[in-house]
Structures are given as structure tokens and as C-alpha cells.
């Protein structure tokens, strides 16, 4: 990551410009949440409770936190952990095991940040609903939702093996790896390509054993690299750190635009959250492996170019293309990927300056 070095003060500073404009254009006092897209009038937009992308408004809070060690992040942690439960009707848990990970993960984070008692007590909770998923179903795997156990896919189970490994790494519950291993173990066997490292999305979702082999998304890419790397940070094996550096490598080379290497336009909704994930542990290789330059120098690239081309005229505002800056509504999910990545670059930046 030497070409890294000397601009961590530069992408500290973008990544704060972008937290701002997240609190100064999303934040509604009134809910204790943000608002679900950029203008929203009153509040009307919020129709729906978007529970996942809530979780990963919390995790880019803890991003923030931990650059900026500024005591703002952690009080909006505080109000959006009062204003979600609050929204979610006083629980935690919810019908999608694929949601409650992603909740749970970004808790988590929030605990070991802030060692705030609540975050921790959080992310177990919903861990215990989350391991209720893993049925015989297809041989295994955690099901999508509870109301369709004998569908299995991507979302569902590589962020429920990031999340047993970290909560091994914290906790030391030897079950937690166990977990880990074997949700990983599963997702390799079933919903990843043997040959290319692809990883697919799901399987049985219309009931015939089908895989989704077609539905190609960054998301899913970026789980699965996540979920090895936790698990050689833990084991020290070099079979995972492999998988994780052919998905990477794979993932570029079919998603990528060939030309400038900026990630894929994957449409508003849910999928304004997908280049965020597959971002965020593609850092998390280039952190892991001492011979993942090329993931650093990918990050960089989409990030110049989300900087350069990708930013609002009135903020740093981001929406789905990180090639042009948005036009009218930006919604939450797409300035969530697109901090996400700027976060990611102040902090291998001062990774590289130490």
C-alpha cells in the first residue's frame, strides 16, 4: 500500500465532508433514524422501515468514529440504537435472518468502539435468533427468512460467518467458530464457483434446488471475501486468504468496467448498498494480505473517480453511478456505499502512513 502513504489527512477529510452531508441531509431528530432518501419533505418518504440499511447507517457511524475519535458519532450511535428499537416496535429481531446479521454485525462493531454494554448485549441477542435459520435444507445453511426455510443464499450465510468469527475473535466461545466454519464451509460448497470463485446467489428459491447463477452482484462477492478473511485472521490457514484474493480478482474481472474500473451502476433500493459491501472487505483483504496491493489500488481508483466525477453539486452527496454525480432524489442506501468507500481510504491511508 505504499502509494498510499502521505494522503491520509486527504481521505480523512473527504470521508468527513461525506459524514457531514449524511447527518446534515439524511438525520430526522424526529424519528431518531434517517430519512430513506435526499429530499424528503416532512419526513414522507420513510413509508417503509428499511431495517438493513438502517444497520449499515450504523456501522458507517462506527467508521467515523473510530477516524475521527469525535464524541458527535458516538451520540448519534446512542440515538439511532433508541430510535430503531424504538421503530422496530421494542425488539430486535425481525423475519429476515439476512437483516438481524447485518444489525447484529454493526452492533457489535459499535460495542468494541464505544464498550457500550447495550451494543454487545444487541448483537448476541440477535445472534441466538440468527443461528435458528440453519436448517437441513439443501444440505444446510441459514434460510433467507422464516417464512421460506428451504431457501438458502449468499446474503444469508456469508455475513452470518463473518459475524461468528468476530464474535469468537471477542468473545472466545469455541461454538462461535465452529459456526464459522461450518456456515463458511457450506456457503464454498454450495453457492461458490469452484473453478473462478464467482460466488452466486442463492439456491431453491422457487423450490426445484436451482442456483441463481445469473444474478450477479457485487454484495455477494464482497461477503464471501469477508467471511474468509475473518476466518485466516483466525486459523492462519493460506487456503482462505486464496479464496478471498480469486473472489477479489474474480469479482473485478466480471463486474468492473474494464476501462476505468469503477464498480457497477446496481440500481436505487437495496442495491445502492451493494458496492458499499463488496468495498468494505475488499479493504479488509488489503488489510490482511501483505501481497493485496491490487485490492488497495482498486479502492483508490473508485474512489478518485466517486471524488472526482461521482460527487453532488450541492455536497458530497452520492448516488448509484460513481461515475456522475446524482441527479434529484439520493437515496440513503447509495451515500451509505459511497461513504463507506471513503471511509475505507482514510483508513488504509493512515495504515500506510504508520
Known sequence: MKHLKL???LWEERAEEAQEALDHFFWNESIGMYNIETPCPDGECNIVFHYWWMAHAVDVLVDGLLRAKNGR???RLASLYDGLLRRNGGVWPNELYDDMEWMALAWL???QATGETRYKETALLLWQDIKTGWNNH??????WQKSQLDY?????NAPAAILAARLYQSFAEPQDLEWAENIFNWQKRHLVDP???FVWDGMNREGDGSIDKDWK???NQGVYIGAAIELYRIKGQAAYLEDARQTFATAVRELADPQSGVLPEEGNGDGGLFKGILVRYAAELAKADPDASEAAAFLRQNAELLWERGKGVEGALFGTDWSHPPAGIVQLSSQLSG???????AELSRMADK
Do not use: D, H, Q, S
Open 73 to 75: 458519532y458516538e451520540a
Open 195 to 197: 473453478e473462478t470463485g
Open 138 to 143: 439443501m444440505e444446510g445453511g441459514i434460510a
Open 217 to 219: 452482484y457485487t454484495y
Open 339 to 345: 461513504i463507506k468507500l471513503l471511509e475505507r481510504m
Open 7 to 9: 494522503e491520509a489527512g
Open 152 to 156: 438458502k443464499n449468499t446474503p444469508a
Open 109 to 111: 462493531r459499535a460495542y
